[in-house]
């Protein structure tokens, strides 16, 4: 079975200027139900997987930071403007990365889904786990461990 360990998960922005991989499988895939995310994809909710930044590489294009300009950093495309990643602040050994613009999205299906004290009634998700805001940090060892068994299964 592919776990995706080995594997190169590649993406890209909407006009394909801007283009990335990382060489592990995602640590975590998420839904985040807050305004700031809801605004930034005009949508209801971001997708994003994590990887470790030592795996991370942009292998075209220079993206530039957007966003809020904030202790978070957003990184977009310069030419169409694709919300492509985020460096969380304090934690600069992890990047976080839209689902929605890796190759095969469909294989980024969110485990957990936080914010969803700001979610709209409507907007659901299959996520496994659900928190009100983000899971507290005790529980990231269990969730990541969790993950990587539920997402082995899934590929």
Known sequence: MNTGAGKVHKGSCRCGQVEFQANCAPLITMACHCRGCQKMTASAYSLSSLFPMNSFEVIEGEPVIGGMHGDDR?????????????????????????????????????????????MLSWARTPAIHSFKTLPPMDDFPDLLAEFANWYAKSQ
């Open 74 to 118: 957003h990184y977009f495309c310069p030419h169409c403007m694709s919300w492509l990643y985020t460096r969380p602040n304090g934690l600069d050994d992890l990047v976080n990365v839209r689902s929605t613009l890796m190759d095969d999205a469909k294989s980024y299906e969110p485990f957990i889904e936080t914010y969803t004290s700001e």
